[in-house]
């Protein structure tokens, strides 16, 4: 792969991608859509370039997580306390044993803990999730252990709240990491999503998460807005797994005005091409055309020959 020299401002990238499509003789017409991160230079460098855009799915949801998380202070302290007794085993092979003889004794599945990164949110997710899976086994580590600091029973809800509020985002997450994902998704998964936050239900089973919540559908709506993204209508009524069921009256109405555009100015194009005597279209048709012309050039002259030889 070459690599990409000089500062990654949006003008090099518009260059950058204008130089790829011509070393490849891709034309402008074949790219539909260029999906690229929420970065402001590959914004505006795709912009430049003259492709029409679209944010990637994933990282659009790692921002929405990001903020909402940080939205609720309590939350935050909570993951770093868990973050602390995670790094503590997994820095240390004696204390990851000792873990492993504590699984043993209480029956519990014999899993390492999860270290997460910055980059991402969901092993931030699964930090939580394998922590919550191995609360006993942990807690009675640390009694044995006084330096090492456990979390408090606030503290031990709220990630168990977190664990379920966030589920369906990480299974989204993980649909929209296939190889066999498409744009037609998005809107199904963002109104989802948003349908899901906005329950009772889910209101009910994370009573300590309500800012987080507030957080997370506020950031889905300023986020996701597809009213001016036809791509995404047209893909989402197009696949017969969908068509409006996730669409507004308004999308749905614009999804079918586009389409009908696109099929319109693919008509007049097939019209026009018809009139290229190179195109199969129009040989066809000068084919059909000389056969008519034989087939009365063929019975003038019999007729001709009839007549004669009546005459004769």
């Given at each position: 792969?070459?690599?990409?020299?000089?500062?990654?401002?949006?003008?090099?990238?518009?260059?950058?991608?204008?130089?790829?499509?011509?070393?490849?003789?891709?034309?402008?017409?074949?790219?539909?859509?260029?999906?690229?991160?929420?970065g402001?230079?590959?914004?505006?460098?795709?912009?430049?370039?003259?492709?029409?855009?679209?944010?990637c799915?994933?990282?659009?949801?790692?921002?929405?997580?990001?903020?909402?998380l940080?939205?609720?202070?309590?939350?935050l302290?909570?993951?770093?306390?868990?973050?602390?007794?995670?790094?503590h085993?997994?820095?240390?092979a004696?204390?990851?044993?000792?873990?492993?003889?504590?699984?043993?004794?209480?029956n519990?599945?014999?899993?390492q803990?999860?270290?997460?990164?910055?980059?991402?949110?969901?092993?931030?997710?699964?930090l939580?999730?394998?922590?919550?899976?191995q609360?006993?086994a942990?807690?009675?580590?640390?009694?044995?252990?006084?330096?090492?600091?456990?979390?408090?029973?606030?503290?031990?809800?709220l990630?168990?709240?977190?664990?379920?509020l966030?589920?369906?985002?990480?299974?989204?997450?993980?649909?929209?990491?296939?190889?066999?994902?498409?744009?037609?998704?998005?809107?199904?998964?963002?109104?989802?999503?948003?349908?899901?936050?906005?329950?009772?239900?889910?209101?009910?089973?994370?009573?300590?998460?309500?800012?987080?919540r507030?957080?997370?559908?506020?950031?889905?709506?300023?986020?996701f807005?597809?009213?001016?993204?036809?791509?995404?209508?047209?893909?989402?009524?197009?696949?017969?797994?969908?068509?409006?069921?996730?669409?507004?009256?308004?999308?749905?109405?614009?999804?079918?005005q586009?389409?009908?555009?696109?099929?319109?100015?693919?008509?007049?194009?097939?019209?026009?091409?018809?009139?290229?005597?190179s195109?199969?279209?129009?040989?066809?048709?000068?084919?059909?055309?000389?056969?008519?012309?034989?087939?009365?050039?063929?019975?003038?002259?019999?007729c001709?020959?009839?007549?004669?030889?009546?005459?004769?």
């Amino acid at each position: 792969m070459k690599s990409f020299p000089g500062s990654h401002s949006g003008i090099n990238i518009a260059k950058e991608l204008n130089t790829i499509t011509e070393r490849w003789n891709i034309p402008q017409s074949k790219i539909h859509l260029l999906v690229h991160d929420s970065g402001s230079n590959m914004i505006k460098g795709v912009r430049d370039a003259g492709y029409d855009s679209g944010r990637c799915f994933i990282h659009s949801l790692q921002r929405v997580i990001e903020e909402s998380l940080k939205s609720q202070p309590e939350v935050l302290q909570m993951i770093a306390a868990a973050r602390r007794i995670v790094t503590h085993f997994n820095h240390s092979a004696l204390a990851e044993q000792k873990l492993k003889s504590i699984q043993q004794e209480l029956n519990l599945p014999n899993h390492q803990l999860v270290q997460d990164v910055n980059t991402r949110w969901n092993p931030t997710y699964y930090l939580m999730e394998r922590l919550l899976e191995q609360k006993r086994a942990v807690s009675l580590y640390i009694t044995d252990h006084e330096t090492l600091i456990n979390l408090t029973h606030a503290q031990w809800e709220l990630l168990e709240q977190c664990i379920k509020l966030l589920k369906p985002f990480e299974e989204i997450t993980k649909i929209t990491s296939s190889g066999i994902s498409c744009i037609s998704e998005v809107i199904p998964h963002a109104v989802t999503l948003l349908k899901y936050l906005g329950k009772a239900e889910t209101a009910e089973k994370v009573p300590n998460l309500v800012t987080m919540r507030s957080s997370l559908q506020a950031e889905l709506e300023k986020r996701f807005t597809f009213d001016d993204k036809n791509k995404y209508l047209v893909a989402t009524f197009l696949d017969p797994r969908f068509k409006t069921s996730f669409l507004g009256l308004v999308q749905a109405e614009r999804a079918r005005q586009k389409i009908l555009l696109e099929a319109l100015k693919l008509s007049c194009d097939e019209f026009s091409s018809t009139d290229d005597e190179s195109s199969p279209l129009r040989k066809k048709r000068n084919l059909n055309e000389n056969d008519r012309n034989m087939e009365i050039h063929d019975n003038f002259w019999n007729c001709f020959e009839e007549v004669a030889t009546d005459n004769m």
